[in-house]
């Protein structure tokens, strides 16, 4: 039987591996799907400079600067898109997906903003879109979501989904780094985004909470709507404290049936018990709880970035595109989500700030809690010299988060803190 001819566009980190990955595995991938794989054409940006890494993979003359040349070639079935961006991808993705190839791709982001219509056009001209690796990399979240629990009614997930973030904030915590110094490792491990602002600001794991929402609330799922927040302001001060309150501090994905009916997704830092399953996940590693009314709880858990762990979920998708495997992920929306906005969830919060020193201070801040109905569960105020800054810790009772917001926004007009304070939501 004559090679299935895919084309790809891009081949950094992730393409690399796929390329590697698909020549190391020829011979079994042969086996399994009784013909070969054959990379036909390979987009990208500068086709003429050299990728020794590669060249054993492929032949040079593959490389193309012309994604034409992938999308307009009619002998190639399948489309791989593994080189990122928002808007282009989209236009890639749609013109491929009406010439009749299928998509495979990492690429949550042009997903989360485009996917309906991507979506759309797949149904429209009966071609799938495959993006297992566009989740937590090596992990089959997708499939399990799909396949695995599509006799459940998904109740709640809580999800380390971005592996830079995690990896930053178990530097910070273990080698008592800055946040800037484990920023530019991640990088250098190749676990962040081309931008990693959209890593560290969370809006990249809301894109995959996003993406794995629209799966398990058979709706679509607009990314706007999720609330999120970064690990930008979190400082080696908060590791300390989270330690000493029997926390570890975790970027997580959460989506929460409420008995209504209703979703609660968001994105935040969070603090989450020394001792819980999800607080021993560290490094670049994702994990996901998810509990189906069936099923019960289950853990899944895996490298969630990095070059061989992306592309191994991608190389997945190419074979069930080969395999001819038509994901679920093909239906229409059934229903509209109704959300449960941030301002009515409550939760326990940490909350750090900068004081001076000075007689009557805490009383004013705790008052000023009190005063607006939030109560606080316990106060920590390491040994000060009068007169000077000294760090103050509180920690609340579970209080509406508008509450807490609107309070913590009066209390810095009020002129009693040194510096903003910073506000870490905590996750029972
Ligand atoms: N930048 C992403 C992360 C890569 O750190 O999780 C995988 O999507």
Redesign the pocket.
Known sequence: MASFRLGMIGCGTVGSGVLEILHRRRDALKRLLGRGIEVARIAVRDPDRPRHQVYGFVDPDVFTGNVARVIEDDSIELLVEVAGGVDAPRDWMVEALRRGKDVVTAN?ATLAFHGEEIFQVARECGRSVYYEA?VA?AIPIIEMLQNGLVANQVTRVLAI?????NYILTRMELDGVDYGVALRQAQEKG???ADPTL?VSGE?AAH?LALLARIFTHSYVPVDRIFTEGIQRISREDMAFAEDLRYRIKLLAIAKLSEEGAWDLRVHPAMIARDSILAQVQE?Y?AAYVKGDAAGPMLIYGN??GSFP?ASSVVADIVRAVKGDRPVNGEEPQESVQLVPIENVSLRNYIRTIVLDVPGVLGRITSHFGMRGISIASIRQPEAKVGQPVPVVLVTHKAPDKVVTDSLCELERVGLLLEPPTRIRIEE
Do not use: Q, V
Request: net charge negative; proline share 0%.
């Open positions: 949550k566009s990399a989904l971005n592996g830079t973030c676990f962040a985004e890593d990249d995959k670049e994702n969630g970035a992306t």
